[in-house]
């Protein structure tokens, strides 16, 4: 069964630096999407990304946030400034069955 | 923006015992999911629902897509102790983005 793999399991950073988390998704899956978890709450969305443009995103994607696919395999999400309440599960999905990564913790100090 | 709200929000059963949640919505969804998360791990997908009414098994796991199209349950028969862990239900709404909105899951323990 294809799997979405997901790159680093954990990232610790220092507070206002940037973060790039990075998600292969499932080849010949055309959505991917970005869902974030605090610890013990609800998994929530971030973005949706279509033919190399966001095409839906929360409230939470604000403008520290970035998405983009380099080089058509790779799809990662970027964080400019990090801050505390960043400290989160990242999880990248694939379309079609909805499948999830096994994710990224991030630990903001 | 949509709102689930899933029940219970914690259970603490003896092995052996069937186990239900469920999930209720103000809005539609066209497709209703369920998921098992074990600590520090992704969501891992155990019944999808495309068609209100619709029924569907995964082994000892049983999930219903609610007629009205704002509700699911999912049931678990005979836990075992490996069943613990926390579920979440998860509905998509119209579009084509295939966004979820996950409820706030049930926490699932198993007494051996």
């Known amino acids: 069964e294809p799997e979405v793999t997901q790159t680093p399991s954990h990232q610790v950073t220092q507070m206002g630096q940037e973060v790039i988390l990075r998600c292969v998704p499932i080849s010949n899956h055309l959505y991917f999407y970005w869902y974030r978890q605090i610890l013990g709450q609800k998994v929530e969305f971030l973005v949706s990304?279509?033919?190399?443009?966001?095409?839906?995103k929360s409230e939470i994607f604000d403008d520290q946030f970035s998405v983009e696919r380099p080089d058509g395999s790779n799809f990662t999400l970027k964080i400019r400034s990090t801050k505390l309440e960043d400290s989160a599960m990242y999880f990248c999905a694939s379309r079609d069955k909805f499948y999830f990564g096994p994710g990224t913790r991030l630990l903001v100090l | 923006g949509q709102q689930l709200n899933q029940s219970p929000q914690s259970m603490f059963i003896q092995e052996g015992e069937d186990v239900s949640m469920n999930c209720t919505s103000s809005s539609i969804f066209n497709t209703w999911l369920w998921y098992k998360q074990d600590p520090g791990e992704g969501p891992v997908l155990l019944i999808a629902?495309?068609?209100?009414?619709e029924l569907t098994s995964n082994g000892r796991l049983t999930a219903q897509f609610g007629i009205t199209r704002k509700d699911s349950f999912l049931n678990i028969s005979a836990s075992i102790p490996s069943d613990v862990g926390i579920y979440f239900c998860a509905g998509r709404g119209g579009g084509s983005n295939y966004k979820l909105t996950f409820g706030k899951g049930t926490l699932l323990t198993v007494n051996p």
């Open positions: 990304f279509y033919n190399n443009e966001i095409s839906e």
């Open positions: 629902l495309y068609k209100a009414g």
